[in-house]
Nanobody
């Protein structure tokens, strides 16, 4: 059974930092992009960052570019999202996602809440 389990969310003051983790298990993720998305109340889910599980190449969405860094530790089966200079508009549920570059299943974690106070 494939599982993606996020952690690291919480309440942080504006200007602060958080590091989210996503532990993956249940299959090999070669050929997958590991992604972070976020969904704020009343808004659609939005792309934050992506990393190639094997190659490590990264890409970032516009909303948090320059303030976030995605990384992965293959040995630990974990994807990270380091978030800095957080603002109240970053308040959202953050989701980990595994998406194949070609054919295959798409997987989601349950999400972790990030709340940024002003």
């Amino acid at each position: 059974q494939v599982q993606l389990v996020e952690s690291g969310g919480g309440l942080v003051q504006g200007g602060g930092s958080l590091r989210l983790s996503c532990v993956v298990s249940g299959r090999t993720f070669s050929g997958y992009a590991m992604n972070w998305y976020r969904q704020a109340p009343g808004k659609e889910r939005a792309f934050v960052a992506s990393i190639n599980w094997i190659g490590g190449s990264t890409s970032y969405g516009v909303s948090m570019k320059g303030r976030v860094t995605i990384s992965r530790d293959i040995a630990a089966n974990t994807v990270y999202l380091q978030m800095n200079s957080l603002i109240p508009e970053d308040t959202a549920v953050y989701y980990c996602n595994a998406r194949p570059y070609f054919r295959g299943d798409d997987y989601w974690g349950q999400g972790t809440q990030v709340t940024v106070s002003s």
